[in-house]
């Protein structure tokens, strides 16, 4: 009796947290307006054996997988979208999380994927909407779907770095009375979200720096981040500031107003400066 119940507590608590992300999509975009989609989510690995048959078949499946996504996925350059377009950014083979393959992987199933379970795959970037019907629908038939905001036009921005950081940026920006929007969380990374903000004009904000860290990510047009409550690879996405409740549309500030704390906690953070884990 006492097995059953505990399998009817989890259920309920698996089912709740399920309508809590469709509820948030819901909020984010109709709301909001702004433009979500699902993510691709995390899977359990597969059991594998030692036998032959099963390591070809695994290494069929992960090159199909490759197939699909293509060499293209992340851009390209210093100034592509791995950078400044607001995507990942990590070099070719990097694990953004470090991870040694025993805990979930990411649903697109490349072995090579950078941010697992935390990027558009299908459908992809492009479909990312405010209109309430589609977002119901999707999150009806992937209830565990995590919410990934479409960065840069009429939607918000963002600025990541890593959590170490991030907790020196906050402290900073605190101390100097600046009036600060949400932020969201991840074990690894926190961001910033700041208003919408072209390419031209970030490129002449951080030319004007004497150097950039490598670490921070500016997530602008074409890019796309994880919003509250999602988990990926790298574990829970929290709000470490949420927007405060019962607001119409959440404030937020411009780059310019947190960029300079955002260097600077960077630079002065040991890791913080060339530390790509995402």
């Known amino acids: 009796m006492r ?6 507590r989890r259920f309920r608590f698996r089912r709740k947290a399920r309508t ?6 819901v909020t984010f975009a109709v709301e909001w307006n702004w433009p979500v989609l699902p993510g691709v989510g995390l899977e359990e690995p597969a059991r594998t054996t030692k036998s032959s048959g099963s390591v070809a078949a695994g290494s069929a499946a992960a090159g199909g997988t490759a197939g699909r996504l293509g060499a293209g996925w992340f851009g390209a350059g210093r100034f592509g979208a791995g950078r400044f377009g607001g995507g990942p ?6 694990r953004a999380d470090g991870a040694d393959g025993d805990g979930p992987v990411c649903a697109c199933l490349d072995p090579g994927c950078v941010v697992p379970g935390a990027h ?3 459908p992809g970037l492009l479909a990312a909407t405010t209109d309430e019907r589609m977002i119901r629908w999707w999150w009806t038939r992937r209830p565990d779907a995590p919410i990934v905001l479409a960065t840069g036009g009429r939607a918000p921005c963002a600025v990541s770095l890593p959590a170490p950081a991030g907790t020196r940026a906050l402290q ?3 101390a100097a009375g600046m009036r600060l929007g949400p932020v969201v969380a991840t074990p690894t990374r926190w961001s910033i979200l700041v208003a919408p903000y072209g390419l031209e004009r970030l490129g002449e904000l951080l030319y004007a ?3 950039v860290p ?11 981040l994880l919003l509250p409550p999602s988990t990926a690879g790298t574990g829970p996405v929290r709000w470490e500031r949420a927007p405060f409740a019962g607001s119409a549309r959440p404030w937020l500030p411009d780059v310019e107003a947190v960029v300079d704390a955002l260097v600077e906690a960077s630079t002065a953070t040991p890791g913080g400066g060339s530390r790509l884990a995402y």
């Open 120 to 122: 558009p795959f299908d």
């Open 89 to 94: 950014g990590f070099g070719v083979g990097e």
């Open 172 to 174: 900073a920006l605190d």
């Open 214 to 224: 490598s670490s921070l990510r500016f997530h602008g047009e074409g890019g796309y």
């Open 3 to 8: 097995e059953i119940l505990g399998r009817r």
């Open 20 to 25: 809590a992300r469709q509820d948030a999509a």
């Open 209 to 211: 720096k004497d150097s």
